[in-house]
């Protein structure tokens, strides 16, 4: 007779009608995945025979698999963090921005290849401001000093030396993002969650820097194009790239720093013994509430928005602490920011674009420079809406993705068999246990 062992059902990762893929879905995914292994673990400590020990190099081989694959695009914890789950949560993370960097990236090319009209320097080549030289090994095992630059963000390697730099000089990272996250601020300490944290903040200003750069190319190419004749003026009358978010970020930051004072407040109280009880909890979750009642114009609430639902994530997500919650809010909130920036600034290109077209076939014959620069925008237009989807560029980078629970369950020995269940070994969620209900 097989030993039995109790592992949950995944969620399939299925591309949508339109290619797409959501956070939500990833986040589940890979948790999903995290949980096998970990479920496997702790039944595998009650299987005393030679079985068991199969499955126990089973469960090494399939945490090597799990990390091969993940590997080729997410970089390993800044700090090696306890649980599996946060530790995937935080590699979706870094796997989502990287999609989106992996659509930025094909913008910046394409105004790369004009940018020497526009007179915008090359923003890959600049280097990082917030971290010096780093000591590497060449390969001739002798020590170098590197300076990471925008580009190092592409790759693993570059994202490897990176990290490297930033953990050599953790404080002056510290001194040019600000606070960081589960510093004790919010009343949460813990050292490599706010070491991955910084992690995070580095990418999302590669993010910001990157689409700071096309809203400047934009402006570029929209002065350029005012000097053409008949175009000119209509295009003069578009106006110029202005960023809509700044103001709701501003709003927001104002707001936190706000609640931050509040929050310090409580904590104090609570140590002087002029208040018996710590508020904190309860101010950031009045936070919480403020942020995703924030309305956004043209898109309702900030909830709205990033399609998050307190109560269903109370319901079908682990979440530790009301500061864990309001991070990930933070997190949805800057994504949310950026995607509302490109829809202004594709809807401002495809207004050009149009103007260009519906123009006299002379103008493009005449004027070179029309001819490179809606060549380009055309290049944009197609990222932005979609041309290319999530699904394709997931084809692209990673294709095993999408078969990891098939790889991990052909890893199990043959003495074992594998039954699914919704949730494996743990209790249904959305089921009180009897000990828990009224008498």
Sequence with gaps: MRAIVYVPELPGLQCDSS????????EDYFVGISKIISQLKLQAKFIQDECGKELIQAIRDIEKLVDDITGILMTDVMKKIKSKEQEMKYKVREFM????VWFQK????????II????????????IPFITAVTLIDAAGNPIR???VIKDFFTKEGKVKIKAAMAEDIESIRKFFGDGK????????????EAEEFWQKALRWMKELL??????????MISLLTKIPIIGPIIKRLGVFIDPTKSIKEQLKLKYEEFKQKIKKAKEDVLSGKAFEDLGEKILEELIDFVLNLPIPLFGTLGNLIG?????????????????LWHRIEDAFDDAMEKIKKFFQTDLIAKIHDIILKAPGWILSQFPIVKKIVKAIKLIIDICRGKVSICVVLNIILKPIFSIPDAILKLIPNCIEVKRTKYGLEPNPEVSPQWAKPA
């Design 19 to 26: 290619g797409k893929i959501s956070f939500r879905q990833m």
């Design 97 to 100: 921005k990287e999609i989106d």
């Design 106 to 113: 094909k913008i910046v090319e394409a105004l790369l290849k």
């Design 116 to 127: 020497s009209i526009l007179g915008i320097p090359n923003p890959l080549t600049t280097p």
């Design 146 to 148: 590197y300076q990471p």
């Design 182 to 193: 589960y510093d004790g601020t919010l009343g949460i300490k813990s050292p490599e969650h």
């Design 211 to 220: 689409s700071d750069f096309i809203a400047a190319c934009i402006n570029a």
């Design 308 to 324: 998050f639902d307190k109560e269903q994530r109370k319901k079908k997500e682990t979440i530790h602490s009301k500061e864990e």
